[in-house]
């Protein structure tokens, strides 16, 4: 005997809308505060010292 699959099912997405998106600001209130608070603190470069760095450096 062989293994058995079961078979993929196919769905067919429902077509998306072609409306206007919503204002950034919209969406950004919609992320609780803390996981915003969250958001900015992982993801969010923070510039803590300046450094001259060598030319070479950037090669």
């Given at each position: 005997?062989?293994?058995v699959?079961?078979?993929l099912m196919h769905t067919e997405s429902p077509p998306e809308e072609k409306g206007d998106l919503?204002?950034?600001?919209d969406l950004?209130?919609?992320i609780p505060a803390p996981a915003r608070e969250a958001?900015?603190?992982l993801f969010r470069?923070?510039?803590v010292t300046v450094k001259r760095m060598p030319q070479s450096a950037l090669k």
């Open positions: 005997m062989g293994i699959t079961p078979a919503p204002p950034m600001e950004v209130k919609r958001l900015e603190e470069a923070r510039f």
